[in-house]
T-cell receptor, first 113, second 118 residues
């Protein structure tokens, strides 16, 4: 069963416009949720994480995400895209009640000048 | 804080040879380390989980005799790809969780190692 769903494998946004990346998850436990960013040929950098504290999580580089349990969602947003935001974004969940991670398929974000 | 390094960043080897990749936690003690494999334009696939001083736990379908993992200290884990073949060419990424409260629930990722087998 798919633990993490990220639709829209490719997302194009114009510089200065909002970014919205959707993530839905399934878990029998109370999961921890993360968004990571990966630039080409680089490792993953943690953007933000939710671990049962405030449902609106603020991360680095102006990104934030809101945990909505009723919708099993953890969408990532940023008010204004910057050229440096062009990268691959992964929604990641701990669906098994331990520290094993389940990755979404990723969103490739392209920022148009 | 919570920096993970990998060495080498890129390696090219001949088919049939073995390659060792190192993963180090630089500023924390990594009680658990993870090894992932990433194919082009795909997500990360967990290969194995290793705890310091014990045998690694491999995911289903991952050959433990092919991918040897050693986690001999709290700051170092190694992945050895034995008798490498072209189909083993991939991007290998490690991650680590630590023993400090701030990092026990978060995996910190290394920059990855690009393996090319000719």
């Amino acid at each position: 069963a798919q633990s993490v769903t990220q639709l829209d494998s490719h997302v194009s946004v114009s510089e200065g416009t909002p970014v919205l990346l959707r993530c839905n998850y399934s878990s029998s436990y109370s999961p921890s949720l993360f968004w990571y960013v990966q630039h080409p040929n680089k490792g993953l950098q943690l953007l933000l994480k939710y671990t049962s504290a405030a449902t609106l999580v603020k991360g680095i580089n102006g990104f934030e995400a809101e945990f909505k349990k009723s919708e099993t969602s953890f969408h990532l947003t940023k008010p204004s895209a910057h050229m440096s935001d062009a990268a691959e974004y992964f929604c990641v969940v701990t669906p098994y009640g331990n520290n094993r991670l389940a990755f979404g398929k990723g969103n490739q974000v392209v920022v148009i000048p | 804080g919570a920096v993970v390094s990998q060495h080498p960043s890129r390696v090219i080897c001949k088919s049939g040879t073995s390659v060792k990749i190192e993963c180090r936690s630089l500023d924390f003690q990594a009680t658990t380390m993870f090894w992932y494999r990433q194919f082009p334009k795909q997500s990360l696939m967990l290969m194995a989980t290793s705890n310091e001083g014990s045998k690694a736990t491999y995911e289903q379908g991952v050959e433990k005799d092919k991918f040897l993992i050693n986690h001999a200290s709290l700051t170092l884990s190694t992945l050895t790809v034995t008798s490498a073949h072209p189909e083993d060419s991939s991007f290998y990424i490690c991650s680590a969780t630590g023993d400090r409260k701030a990092s026990t629930d978060t995996q910190y990722f290394g920059p990855g190692t690009r393996l090319t087998v000719l």
